[in-house]
């Protein structure tokens, strides 16, 4: 069973400030999720990437295969991107269509 | 589209009370499940679902079921309710990935509050 571990638990920046969300797995995977769960609750899915590195506006999100490692990283951070930011894999070696979840990252953007 | 719509939004129970939460996708996703997120833990997976007709149990199944029969929609069952099961329930649909790296990208509802007292 794969298992994911996040860090920081929880972060707390200034607006502007570059960020960066660690996300580090323990078995061989085919793809990483990222997903953004908004104060309200509702969750939405930024990014699935294999390898090397995605962009999508202020986003990006690299993944280092032999490592087992990736990175969410947001530029001139905004308030609005106060968020939990998570980080999933698939849950085995067998079948990617169940993901298993990181416990997020709790991101606090202070104006 | 509406996506992944989930009734009710927020529900409270007593225990031993039975309920079923309704999972519904417009998008023709093979694919759906049953999460619950409680404080301090990541998503879990309760039950999924591959096709229409078919289910299968997740990381905590006991204590739930669930039925899949139509493809649009996933219900979650509970048959008596415990003080356990207080949680935020998510429901999520998904198709393959036909990129690089075969995965399956999730689209989430908004979430089932119960409180099961």
């Known amino acids: 069973k794969n298992e994911v571990e996040q860090s920081p638990q929880n972060l707390t920046a200034q607006e502007g400030e570059f960020i960066t969300i660690n996300c580090s797995y323990s078995?061989?995977?085919?793809?990483l999720h990222w997903l953004q769960q908004h104060p309200g609750g509702g969750i939405v899915s930024l990014f699935m990437?294999?390898?090397g590195k995605k962009k999508h506006g202020r986003l990006i999100a690299t993944i280092n295969i032999q490592e087992k490692h990736s990175s969410l990283h947001i530029t001139a951070s905004h308030p609005r991107d106060s968020a939990v930011y998570i980080c999933?894999?698939?849950?085995?070696?067998?079948?990617?269509?169940?993901?298993?979840f990181g416990t997020g990252t709790r991101l606090t953007i202070i104006p | 589209n509406a996506g992944v719509t989930q009734t009710p939004k927020f529900r409270v129970l007593k225990t031993g009370q039975s309920m079923t939460l309704l999972c519904a996708q417009d998008?023709?996703?093979?694919?759906m499940y049953w999460y619950r997120q409680d404080p301090g833990m990541g998503l879990r997976l309760i039950h999924y679902?591959?096709?229409?007709?078919?289910?299968a149990k997740g990381e905590v199944p006991d204590g739930y079921n669930v039925s899949r029969l139509k493809k649009q929609n996933f219900l979650l069952g509970l048959e008596s309710a415990a003080p356990s099961q207080t949680s935020v329930y998510f429901c999520?649909?998904?198709?393959?990935?036909?990129?690089?790296?075969?995965?399956?990208?999730?689209?989430f509802g908004p979430g089932t509050r119960l409180t099961v007292t």
């Open positions: 999520a649909s998904s198709t393959l990935y036909s990129g690089t790296g075969a995965s399956y990208e999730q689209y």
């Open positions: 078995v061989g995977i085919s793809a």
């Open positions: 990437l294999s390898s």
């Open positions: 999933a894999v698939p849950l085995s070696n067998f079948g990617n269509e169940k993901l298993t």
């Open positions: 998008m023709n996703h093979e694919y």
């Open positions: 679902s591959v096709g229409e007709g078919t289910t």
